[in-house]
């Protein structure tokens, strides 16, 4: 998307302004990148070229001023401060800290009681010891023994004398003092009403308790241990990264090493730790996310919580690793704002899922094309199935779905769908292949009309927008395919070569003129989802896979070697994947949470009632069939009686027509064996047959059932007329 694209859709978010949601993170962001290509690692995509600055030659100085500095800011406030929902959730964080300490500590008061209580005498006897010593100078003793050793009289005697009148000084400040305390304790018994004497005399004996107790063993016992998340520590990190095995690692923090570096402290991120951590030289955060399941045991947390990262707008040896409080399979989502429905509109994001740290990831269906990729059972229906409920929720757009596993995975969008495909049967691959030429079709009508409208100003981006998706003369409405197990298609022996093509054309033309298409594999190789369409796809979601061939299939060229690797999740790590959208950097999502059928079947309940009130009801989700592809060739009929009556022929009878007509397509006319055949289909366009005189074979003049010719022309150029105007 060009930065013009982006301006563009900035004012129609304007003009439709409606807060549905506040992200904290944009999947969405302006895509300037081209899809990745097989050769993309190869090819310069975008950039200049740099050359490389030679070793031992002074670096030039940056143009400017001398105050402009490539220093890196920091930003004013933490991550977790400028974002609500985040705040929020460190603020219970904290709060829930504070909390637990208080009740730790509040529940062993009287094992405190007894302990202070216990330790009076020792705490007296301490006291008692330790005044008598200050008194009698105990510190200078050892000095008066060495000098009393060395038989030095000058010095022990001046060390003597010092040492008497310090003695002297300090039991007059003692015996001042206690005194003064005396008086203290006789004033306040005097004065101080009882509960405060009993709590002055509480505070002095827990003060002698305290001295009482030894050092090793404190009163109060340690909150913190017990809490069920400790702490990040850099200690903590560096344990476990020495745990993985990794020589270049163990070296540097090994004697004499250069240890690890963390640029920043670690700090609370959301509901984890993040600790930004410059590794080694040599290693790289693929190597330690390879890793994650000895990092996990290295910290001594569940693997669900322990999510390292690359973070690639820094060097190639930075990691992020961020420690989450809680299992992100097992955390509560926040609520989808959806799930009880929501009028929604495609051409503004909408969430998705969330990432680690519990925030909603937003995704834009418009003027995308998505390909889900995973092994089986791991939630690649279930976020399928999410995208088109989304969908769904956008009363304008056409919904196609196909579940080709045949289950009924999709079956809960069966009141809203246009088309609805189940199974891979021969009727239904006819079913799809008529829908997709159908498809194909309307992609070109699209973009005839939108180069017509781009020429009026009406399309200034050369795509639709808002107001032309709205325009029900236009038909410029969001069409959305969801085929899940798409390699059924593809794989096909008779029309998996044109199902390929059409997608690929549909991947690469159709985003942009209002048609999406997504795709779901559970086998993502060459076969299955064909390099035409992977290649060009722009929504990315890799749930787990078992290798760096299929990561890079669904995710793109190089993302495994860039550590961006689905093979890393766990089997149990169900809906969790890396989404890649438009012009984005790769991110750990979990699709929404709970998505099942009966939740589905409430949200497209919701989208039903919205499609009613639009009137954008259509085709399956009214009882209406999809034309076969007998039924759509039918449509061809009015032209191939003009083909096979000349113009010179005004009236002919039926029965020759349909001869011709058997002659021009055996196939399709075979079923018509009499007059009243034709003169059915006919009807079916408008056409009226009737008695024409013509001449039999024999010469003999007669009147029969048969066509004028003059009214299909005129049907023909009237259907024509309509067509192009629409
Ligand atoms: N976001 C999620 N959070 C938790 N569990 C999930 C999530 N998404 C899906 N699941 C669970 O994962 C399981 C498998 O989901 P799904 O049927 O979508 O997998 P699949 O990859 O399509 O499998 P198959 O290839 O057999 O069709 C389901 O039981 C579902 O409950």
Redesign the pocket.
């Known amino acids: 998307m060009t930065d013009h694209d982006e301006q563009h859709h900035d004012q129609d978010e304007q003009q439709t302004a409606r807060v549905l949601h506040l992200p904290s993170e944009r999947v969405t962001t302006p895509n300037t990148e081209q899809p990745a290509t097989e050769s993309a690692e190869t090819e310069v995509i975008d950039g200049e070229i740099v050359k490389p600055p030679q070793v031992g030659q002074p670096t030039k100085s940056e143009p400017g001023s001398a105050l402009v500095r490539a220093d890196k800011r920091l930003p004013i406030l933490p991550a977790w401060a400028k974002d609500a929902e985040e705040f929020r959730a460190t603020a219970r964080w904290a709060l829930g800290y504070a909390g637990h300490s208080a009740g730790f500590h509040a529940v062993r008061c009287p094992v405190y009681v007894t302990r202070v209580v216990m330790r009076i005498p020792a705490g007296s006897l301490r006291m008692v010891g330790g005044l008598l010593r200050w008194i009698g100078d105990a510190e200078g003793l050892p000095v008066r023994l060495a000098s009393a050793r060395r038989e030095d009289a000058a010095e022990y005697l001046k060390l003597s004398q010092q040492r008497d009148g310090r003695v002297r000084a300090r039991a007059f400040l003692a015996a001042g003092l206690g005194a003064v305390g005396l008086a203290a304790i006789l004033l306040g018994h005097a004065v101080l009403p009882a509960a405060a004497q009993w709590a002055t005399v509480a505070l002095a004996l827990a003060g002698l308790g305290w001295l009482g107790a030894p050092s090793d063993k404190p009163i109060a016992s340690r909150a913190v241990e017990s809490t069920k998340v400790p702490k990040l520590t850099s200690g903590a990190v560096e344990t476990a990264l020495a745990s993985l095995g990794i020589s270049l690692i163990n070296q540097a923090l090994g004697k004499g090493g250069t240890g690890v570096g963390f640029p920043r402290p670690i700090a609370r991120d959301g509901k984890g730790w993040r600790a930004d951590i410059d590794l080694p030289p040599g290693v790289t955060p693929g190597d330690i996310m390879e890793r994650r399941a000895k990092l996990a045991s290295g910290l001594r947390r569940p693997l669900g919580c322990v999510w390292p990262e690359a973070d690639n707008a820094e060097h190639a040896g930075r990691l992020i690793l961020w420690v989450g409080d809680q299992d992100m399979?097992k955390a509560t989502q926040p609520a989808w704002a959806l799930r009880k429905g929501n009028r929604v509109d495609l051409f503004q994001s909408q969430p998705f899922?969330t990432d680690q740290r519990g925030r909603w990831v937003d995704l834009r269906l418009m003027f995308t094309s998505v390909v889900i990729g995973?092994i089986?059972?791991?939630?690649?229906?279930?976020?399928l199935r999410e995208l088109l409920l989304i969908a769904a929720l956008d009363p304008r757009a056409e919904l196609h779905t196909y579940d080709l596993?045949g289950t009924g995975?999709l079956d809960p969008l069966e009141p809203v769908t246009h088309v609805h495909g189940v199974g891979d049967e021969p009727e239904e691959i006819d079913k799809a292949v008529t829908d997709l030429r159908a498809l194909r079709d309307e992609l070109r009508r699209r973009a005839k009309l939108i180069r017509d409208l781009a020429k009026q100003g009406l399309a200034p981006e050369n795509k639709v927008t808002p107001d032309l998706a709205s325009n029900k003369t236009l038909r410029l409405h969001p069409i959305v395919i969801g085929v899940?197990e798409c390699q059924v298609w593809f794989e096909h022996p008779d029309f998996g070569e044109e199902l390929e093509a059409i997608c690929t054309d549909l991947v690469k033309r159709g985003p942009a003129l209002g048609i999406i298409l997504m795709l779901?594999t559970?086998r993502p190789d060459a076969k299955s989802l064909p390099t035409g369409i992977s290649a060009n796809v722009s929504t990315r979601l890799c749930?787990k896979v078992q290798g760096q061939t299929e990561n890079d299939m669904v995710l793109g060229t190089s993302k495994y070697k860039q550590g961006v690797r689905a093979t890393t999740f766990a089997w149990d790590d169900?809906?969790?994947g890396y989404l890649v959208g438009e012009g984005s950097e790769a991110q750990i999502v979990?699709?929404?949470?709970?998505l099942?059928g009966p939740a589905s079947d409430k949200v497209v309940a919701y989208a039903r009632h919205l499609r009613e009130q639009a009137g954008t009801l259509t085709g399956h989700a009214i009882g209406e069939q999809l034309q076969s592809e007998q039924d759509s060739r039918r449509d061809t009929l009015l032209e191939d009686v003009l083909t096979v009556v000349p113009e010179m022929e005004k009236k002919v009878w039926n029965e020759r027509v349909i001869a011709r007509l058997y002659e021009l397509r055996p196939d399709v006319y075979g079923t018509y064996r009499e007059a009243a055949d034709l003169t059915a289909a006919l009807k079916r366009h408008g056409i009226r047959t009737g008695q024409v005189w013509g001449t039999t074979d024999e010469g003999k003049g007669a009147s029969r059932i048969g066509i004028t010719r003059a009214d299909i022309t005129e049907e023909v150029t009237e259907r024509n007329r309509h067509r192009d105007a629409g």
């Open positions: 399979r899922g995973a089986p059972r791991m939630g690649k229906t279930f976020a596993k995975d899940d779901a559970q749930l169900k809906g969790i979990r699709s929404v949470a709970g099942d």
